[in-house]
């Protein structure tokens, strides 16, 4: 738990030390591409693309021969999925109304972005087909598979990390009763240690 908090702490002095490079989506949207271009992605396609981000970037990582395009997607995959918090409040991939929907959709986009690249990369790309045929039988078969939310038409940017929408945040009860357990984790930490302390200096 001590980790997952600090986690925590590491993602907000990130924000505040990265300001210049992230933005809520929408203020995005008014500004120019600095990075690679990445295509939205549906809400119900996300759902399915999200399961595979994993093996998307171990793929990427075992790519004999790479590309600034190639670094860049997988860079971004990478950061945006932990300014995400790790996708771990519930509700960030299924709930458009959550804070983390926004900032979800842009990591799911970007790795699905990552997969389409290496695929059009030369070589032998047989691993990434079978990769991508294998998520698009999924897709098929799935009926909320072309479900969409108010940010499926959402395009992204590899250059601008996507926050959170701390505004939704008191409205939504699962982001606030995750942060109330943190805190409420942190505190207890907190407790332990002191009396753990206290202990050792009334024993010593």
Known sequence: ?????????????MLAVSAPVLAHHQLQLER??????????????MQVFARYR????????????T???LRRLAGFVSLQ??????????????????????CSHAYVAGARALL??????????????ALE???????????AASQLCSNSKQAFDSGIVVTPDWQLA????????????????????????WFTLSLSARTG
């Open 116 to 129: 389409l690249h290496m695929i059009a990369m030369p070589g032998d790309q047989s691993e990434a087909k």
């Open 67 to 69: 590309d600034p395009t």
């Open 170 to 193: 008191p409205a939504h009860l699962p982001t606030v009763l995750t942060f109330l357990a943190l805190l409420a984790a942190a505190a207890g930490l907190w407790v332990v240690r």
């Open 1 to 13: 738990m001590r980790r997952g908090w600090r986690g925590c702490l590491a993602v907000t002095a």
């Open 32 to 45: 120019p591409t600095i990075g690679v271009a990445i295509p939205a992605i549906t809400h119900g396609e």
């Open 81 to 102: 999925h932990f300014a995400c918090f790790w996708g771990l409040v519930p509700g960030s991939l299924s709930d458009e109304t959550s804070p983390f929907n926004d």
């Open 54 to 65: 994993t093996q998307i970037l171990n793929l990427a990582a075992r790519q004999p021969r």
């Open 133 to 143: 045929a294998q998520i698009e039988s999924e897709i098929a078969g799935d009926l």
